[in-house]
């Protein structure tokens, strides 16, 4: 077989995958270790044809994938591979481009940065800032945390509110940080009047809570930062797609303050796992923080290379998949998916209002609807496990207020409004 007629073959599983994915279990319908143990536990001595390996992802793979490309994934935050960004994946691929320095690859360094530029416009962010790629918003936000320590030394603590989301503890342990959690109000969100920023070199605000989505009063937080010469960094990884739409744009008031954001393409902009878009208009002090230039990387161009502003030095050409996807969809198109994400989830929390014997569990700002039925934590956990058994649909849980919540989230291209009616009966079914 030619990499030509292989790479048709592959092509043509994808096709195919993406027309049937509706059809498979959402959740992965297997027991842990069993895919494993239907594969050889040692590689082939010989070379094998690649047709083998499409083969084995039927056969022996399909089984164990849970499908985030299927239209009635409601768990976590969706994440779409949108046709024009696995199209450029395997350019990617193909390019192999490894941007260590500016000439190991001009393109790849001038596209994300112009890609980035564009994306801040798209969002409404402010202009001149400095944009890159990091693989997830863990790591951007370690980034922005590890930027803001190196800025203000002395600062070790870092504040949140009990509602941020796990990589911010995690990015503070790395960087041996303390982590303060202030409280939040009754919609999830961090209360300013209870911020205390003695002794920090950092305040994260979060604008789409993991939880609920809820969004921190950043404007207030912006102040008090502002005061105390607090690094503020916005946590956005999953709302911040929202900002395409104008009429969203109140939900961030008060970002363009900051001195660093963190925005998720991978999850509601349509773009492939993995893309983390971080600006910050302070690139001199990330510069500070991560620039090392040794002997071997001198060069006689007067050009910084992304790799000084980020952890790694090695970076994937990333930015061509996602400004093939902001050229394939346009404004128009981001704008579209959005709202009819929005609005998909407005019509679901109305049946859930309007039913009896269901409650909403938290306020809803974009698409994701936090809900329960009414009684007992076991029995929202027993209906959540069957829900997702089922194969139908896949949705997950958080707690709050002490209390088990199911969440919907929409967030898929692929998602209609069928998939999410049929979402809503099989939840009736399964509660009854
Ligand atoms: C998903 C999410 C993250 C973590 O994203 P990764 O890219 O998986 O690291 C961080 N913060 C918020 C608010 C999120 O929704």
Redesign the pocket.
């Known amino acids: 077989m030619s990499f030509r007629e292989d790479g048709a073959a592959a092509l043509e599983w994808v096709a195919s995958y993406l027309e049937r994915v509706g059809e498979l279990p959402v959740l992965a319908q297997v027991e842990p270790g069993e895919i494993r143990s239907r594969l050889p536990a040692s590689p082939p001595e010989q070379a094998e044809p690649f047709t083998n390996v499409l083969r084995d992802l039927d056969d022996v793979l399909l089984p164990g994938l849970t499908h985030w490309q299927s239209p009635r994934f409601f768990a976590y ?1 969706a994440s779409t591979a949108s046709e024009p960004g696995i199209l450029a994946e395997l350019l990617v691929a193909g390019l192999n481009q490894v941007g260590i320095l500016w000439r190991t690859s001009p393109a790849l360094q001038e596209l994300e940065e112009l890609t980035l530029d564009w994306l801040a416009q798209l969002l409404g962010l402010p202009s001149g800032l400095h944009g890159h790629i990091e693989d ?4 951007a ?1 370690m980034t922005a945390l590890a930027a803001a320590r190196h800025a203000k030394p002395g600062a070790r603590v870092v504040v949140c509110s009990e509602h941020a ?1 796990s ?1 911010v503890e995690k990015a503070c342990r790395l960087l041996a940080l303390e982590l303060r959690r202030a409280p939040v109000d009754d919609a999830f969100r961090l209360r300013p009047s209870e911020l205390d920023l003695v002794g920090a070199c950092a305040v994260v605000a ?1 604008v ?3 939880s609920t989505s809820s969004v921190d009063p950043v404007a207030a937080i912006a102040d008090a930062a502002a005061r105390d010469g607090v690094w503020l960094h916005v ?1 956005a ?2 709302a911040g797609s929202a900002a395409v739409c104008p009429e969203l744009r109140h939900h961030f008031a008060g970002w363009e303050r900051a001195d660093s954001i963190v925005v ?1 393409p ?2 509601w902009l349509f773009t492939p796992m ?1 893309c ?1 878009t971080l600006w910050t208009r302070r690139p001199d002090d990330l510069r500070a923080a991560f620039s090392l230039v040794p002997e071997y990387l001198r060069v006689s161009e007067e050009v910084a290379s992304l790799s000084e502003y980020s952890p790694a030095l090695g970076r994937r050409f990333r930015a061509l998949k996602l400004w093939a996807v902001l050229r394939c969809y346009g404004r128009e198109g981001l704008q579209e998916r959005i709202r009819e994400a929005i609005r998909l989830a407005g019509l679901f929390e109305g049946w859930v209002r309007d039913e009896p014997g269901w409650e909403l569990a938290a306020p809803r700002p974009f698409s994701l609807v936090c809900f329960r039925r009414e009684g007992s934590d076991e029995e929202n956990e027993v209906l959540l496990e069957r829900v997702n058994a089922s194969g139908k649909i896949f949705l997950s849980h958080t707690k709050l207020n002490g209390r088990f919540a199911l969440r919907l989230a929409v967030g898929s291209a692929r998602t209609t409004e069928a998939d999410v009616r049929l979402a809503w009966g099989v939840l009736r079914r399964c509660a009854a």
């Not at 997830?136 to 790591?139: D, E, K």
Request: net charge negative; no cysteine.
């Open positions: 935050f997830t918003a863990s790591t936000t989301h990589s979060t789409g809570t993991t946590d990884a999953y998720n991978h999850k993995d983390s």
